[in-house]
């Protein structure tokens, strides 16, 4: 018979109700107040994300291009991002991966810099310029977003440090760690008053691994071995903080790791915490290639939540180099431009930057004077004063002599100022020369690099670096436009220096401090620290931080302080001098806390008043410990890094009026020694491979001799 085909009904199953729906849908209710706790569930969390999408955030970014007296030029980057929502889950411009690593770990401040290189305090001074928010044009950033605007207008009259204090080789973190909720009983602070609590412990190890992987860096090594919790340090006059240093509920840790030293691979992951990250703006400039050549090299991060009745965060990015135009070359020329310097132009800006500065300095020619060029010049201000272009702070500038020339004003007239300022601006249709002459007289040159277009078509006549002139010229032919190919290249010249001559003498910096460990052998050292006091009418205050490795071991019985005035004339110096001020002791406090071998390490604190043209020198003798032959590094011939001492120098009186405040100068600077290498006693470690070659020579002669006469058979032989 034949097939018959069987036809297939489908199947329809039933779709079934979530679990969570079931005991709902079982309910003999309505479906209106079914769905009436989810709406009220719903409007709940309408208000927190409406809060959340108001927060107002800010990013601004600065560079600074200073020549030094040496022939050098110094390139800081600063790129400041702020926030005034403490939201765990909203972020627009801020780095998402690096404020919630810091909440996560209650982290109410941290600093992280990572160095290569000596910065030198003699030649090239402080590393931080405090300058004045530009008072530029109010503008919406082409982005749509509301805080440009807002941030120019609250941060016009505001001061800003462009730099980092943070110059120490190797790597340097310091934090301020808030306790838990939770009680605590005391017993750890009880048994040792010199360790942090159990629970800030465990944060502080939780951030340096954390840090560790965000900027892939060695910091998962500071262990307790490293680490510090110092008393007067980080905690006097640190005026540059918005938080709380003193406050019971935070526990400051220290630690330095002075064998690290900063790669392309630290560089990236913090390029990447930018909003537009380094492809526009002035991170663009940052090239490895050129940044990892220069003498000097460091980058540094700076986190700091705000304290009530303010809320927010605020985020700091530091980059900062010391190139050599005048000794990279065949001819002894420190011309030098943008493309020069880095290799690169900038092409584009940043649209999310609510202000983009570049700012040049007039170099600082000490002995000879020397006409430069700056080509091409900044945009034509309408009117500008003397708060827009003149007003930066050098923290080695004399207060007295600012002293001095403020009370040539009265300071609360403003319009002398500007009147002052206008005389000397050009008039309308002037020549290049005569702006030149009067960016020169301003002290720097700034540049609004915000909107590129304002320096499209701006000529360039001079050439720096190994560029010539026609390439110069195309380039700045096409510089400015947002698609420009060249881009911007600013360019310093000096025309009729044939060749650069270093200065025979630089003045010396207002306060100067170095460290030597000396001694002859392996067992005994003696460690010496001196401070110059260099003004001639104040006498400077300072806290002296020495954190010394466990093996390291000080003997505190053989501390001694020299105090060496120079020479007093009454009839020369203007200056008065009074005996007490020489025979009276240095120090006026001291701190200490003990080492625990391969705990803990010895940490030295001291309170200093250095008298106006004095040294004070500061000895102490050393023991070096004996190391197990496993707790030398590979190269434990090499020797084993120390940690440089740092300086807290407290703000000049003067510093600390209400008007010099908000210039910056009321802040705490911090200076830092060179780091030395510590020889210890090194064991024999061919030794060991010795000892294994020669029992190994005398076992195989013993062996096959016994062996020859076991098994050697002797019988005659007939011949």
């Given amino acids: ?385 003397v708060r827009d272009h003149a007003d930066f702070v050098d923290p080695d500038e004399d207060d007295d002599a600012r002293e001095d020339g403020d009370e040539r004003h009265d300071g609360d007239d403003d319009d002398d100022d500007d009147a002052a300022a206008s005389a000397s601006i050009p008039r309308r249709g002037a020549s290049d020369a005569a702006w030149q002459k009067y960016w020169s007289e301003r002290g720097e040159y700034v540049y609004d690099v915000t909107s590129l277009s304002a320096y499209s078509g701006s000529g360039s006549a001079s050439s720096a670096g190994s560029a010539s002139s026609a390439s110069n010229a195309s380039n700045a032919s096409g510089s400015g436009g947002e698609s420009g190919k060249a881009g911007l290249n600013i360019a310093m010249t000096w025309p009729k220096e044939q060749r650069f001559r270093y200065p025979d003498a630089i003045a010396p910096p207002r306060v100067a401090v170095s460290r030597i460990l000396s001694g002859s052998g392996q067992q005994r050292s003696v460690l010496t620290t001196t401070v110059r006091n260099n003004d001639v009418r104040r006498a400077a205050s300072l806290v002296y931080l020495e954190t010394l490795p466990w093996f390291l071991q000080p003997q505190l019985h053989t501390l001694r302080t020299h105090v060496d005035a120079d020479a007093y004339d009454d009839q020369r110096d203007a200056y008065v001098r009074f005996v007490d001020e020489v025979t009276s002791d240095p120090v006026r406090e001291i701190v200490y806390q003990p080492s625990v071998d391969r705990q803990r390490p010895f940490v030295l604190e001291m309170r200093i008043v250095v008298p106006p043209r004095t040294t004070v020198r500061i000895q102490v003798e050393c023991r070096r410990a004996f190391l197990r032959y496993a707790e030398h590094p590979p190269d434990a011939h090499r020797g084993f890094d120390l940690a440089p001492a740092v300086f807290f120098l407290d703000p000049a009186p003067t510093a600390l009026l209400p008007g010099r405040q908000g210039r910056g100068q009321g802040r705490q600077r911090r200076m830092y020694t060179t780091s030395n290498l510590v020889e210890l006693a090194t064991p024999d470690f061919s030794f060991v491979y010795t000892n294994i070659i020669f029992t190994s020579t005398v076992i195989a002669l013993f062996f096959g001799s016994t062996l020859n006469g076991f098994v050697r058979r002797f019988r005659d032989v007939v011949v």
């Fill in 1 to 385: 018979m034949p097939h018959q085909k069987r036809r297939m009904q489908p199947r329809i199953a039933k779709a079934s109700p979530p679990m969570a729906l079931a005991p709902l849908l079982a309910l003999p209710l309505p479906l209106p107040l079914v769905l009436l706790p989810l709406l009220l569930l719903l409007l709940a969390t309408i208000p927190s994300s409406i809060a959340s999408s108001h927060s107002v955030e800010s990013f601004t970014e600065h560079l600074l291009l200073r020549p030094l007296p040496d022939g050098r030029l110094q390139t800081s980057f600063d790129f400041h991002l702020a926030s005034d929502s403490d939201s765990r889950a909203h972020f627009h411009l801020l780095p998402r991966s690096l404020l919630q690593l810091v909440q996560t770990h209650n982290v109410d401040e941290a600093h992280l810099s990572l160095n290569t290189g000596r910065w030198d305090y003699n030649k090239w001074g402080s590393p931080v310029r405090s300058v004045r928010h530009e008072h530029h044009r109010p503008h919406g950033n082409g982005n749509g977003h509301g805080h440009g605007h807002d941030h120019d207008a609250a941060a016009a009259s505001s001061w800003i440090q462009v730099g980092d204090d943070d110059v120490a080789p190797g790597a340097q973190l310091w934090a301020r760690l808030r306790h838990d909720d939770t009680p605590h009983n005391g017993t750890e602070s009880a048994t040792d008053p010199f360790s942090p609590p159990d629970d800030v412990a465990r944060h502080w190890t939780d951030l340096t691994s954390s840090l560790a992987g965000l900027f892939c860096t060695s910091l998962n090594a500071l262990d307790s071995r490293s680490t510090v919790m110092p008393n007067l340090a980080f905690h006097s006059g640190a005026r540059e903080s918005s938080s709380a240093a003193s406050s019971p509920a935070t526990t400051t840790l220290h630690a330095f790791l002075p064998s690290e030293s900063i790669c392309t691979e630290n560089l990236t992951p913090l390029l990447k915490l930018l909003p537009c990250k380094g492809h526009a703006g002035l991170a663009s400039l940052l090239n490895p290639l050129s940044l990892f050549g220069a003498n000097f090299q460091g980058m540094a991060v700076h986190v700091v939540r705000r304290t009530p009745p303010a809320s927010g965060w605020h985020v700091k990015l530091s980059v900062q180099a010391v190139f050599s135009p005048a000794v990279t070359r065949d001819v002894s020329n420190r011309d030098w431009s943008l493309e020069s310097v880095f290799a690169r132009t900038l092409q584009r800006s940043c649209p999310l930057a609510a202000q983009s500065t570049i700012r040049v300095t007039t170099p600082d020619d000490q002995g000879y004077v020397s006409e430069h060029l700056v080509d091409p010049l900044p945009a034509r201000p309408a009117r500008p004063s």
